[in-house]
């Protein structure tokens, strides 16, 4: 029987803030058209993480399957190699956090309306096969994309969408600097592998690009988040307030220092922590202030 610590520690807890960042920003970008339903806002947020936890068990058990984590990598996973849980049991769980979040997704379907559907399946479909099998979308170079798109933009959309069953191009455009930051986790863990992934026979951008363009795309995800924010601001498309984010410039800057300066694994490991650590705070302190500035100042 496994334990809830053991679940708990197998959906990778620290990489989760991935889910509801976007979850959060979606919803306080809703309450300048709407008054706030805290029981869509939950469900969406439980459904956004259980799609996460069984994206990352999923992909735990597909690495796992073709030798991508091995013992003593430096990749996530990690239930499996402590002999936790048995490859069947990571996959079979991940499997049921998929269901959760599909049946939350019909609740919400029911209570609001068929975007769902069309934000829902694609994600599931994307969160299975991000690993699963020869056409795995995180080893034919489109893992990057395949992110950016779901936690990115799909996540904020729908969470906007649950509270005022509406939609509006303009949402992609101000989802753009989460989507670059989320991209920028999935590149800065392929920086890292940059050398080890073709022995796997793993594609990824980071590899077509070579170690030089794989710096420069570093560099444009992690720029281009505040460059985006800061044009979005001049064109009324989020309030001043929203530019609380550059707050966290300096981690961006330290993050890109480390990958400038080196290709050691355990080095880049580091860049990797503190990107994650600015996709939570540059989302928190963006939600924060658009918040400040559609509440009160709108």
């Not at 309306?113 to 795995?136: D, K």
């Amino acid at each position: 029987m496994l334990s809830p610590k053991t679940i708990f520690r197998s959906t990778r807890p620290f990489s989760l803030t991935a889910s509801i960042i976007p979850i959060l920003f979606g919803t306080i970008l809703a309450i300048e058209k709407t008054s706030l339903s805290w029981g869509m806002f939950v469900a969406t947020l439980v459904g956004a993480l259980c799609m996460q936890c069984g994206t990352n068990l999923v992909n735990d058990y597909f690495d796992y399957v073709k030798g991508a984590d091995q013992p003593g990598s430096l990749s996530p996973s990690g239930v499996i190699d402590r002999k936790e849980m048995t490859p069947r049991q990571v996959y079979i769980t991940g499997l049921v956090f998929f269901l959760i979040a599909t049946i939350i997704g019909i609740v919400l379907y029911v209570q609001t309306g068929p975007v769902i559907l069309y934000i829902g399946i694609p994600a599931l479909l994307i969160g299975y096969f991000y690993t699963a099998s020869r056409f795995a979308l995180a080893y034919n170079g489109l893992g990057e994309l395949a992110s950016g798109t779901t936690l990115g933009v799909l996540a904020i959309i729908g969470a906007y969408y649950v509270q005022t069953a509406t939609v509006s191009g303009e949402l992609i455009l101000v989802s753009l600097p989460n989507a670059f930051l989320i991209m920028a986790i999935l590149h800065a863990n392929n920086l890292r592998d940059i050398d080890t992934d073709p022995l796997i026979h793993k594609i990824t951008i980071a590899g077509l690009l070579g170690k030089t363009g794989a710096r420069v795309e570093y560099y444009v995800l992690m720029f281009g988040a505040y460059l985006i924010l800061a044009l979005l601001v001049i064109f009324h498309a989020l309030p001043l307030w929203s530019l609380l984010a550059f707050l966290t410039f300096p981690i961006a800057y330290k993050a890109v220092a480390i990958a400038t300066k080196t290709w050691d694994p355990a080095e880049l490991n580091k860049a990797l922590g503190l990107t994650a650590m600015l996709h939570l705070s540059f989302g928190l302190l963006l939600s924060i202030g658009t918040w400040i500035g559609l509440y009160f100042f709108s």
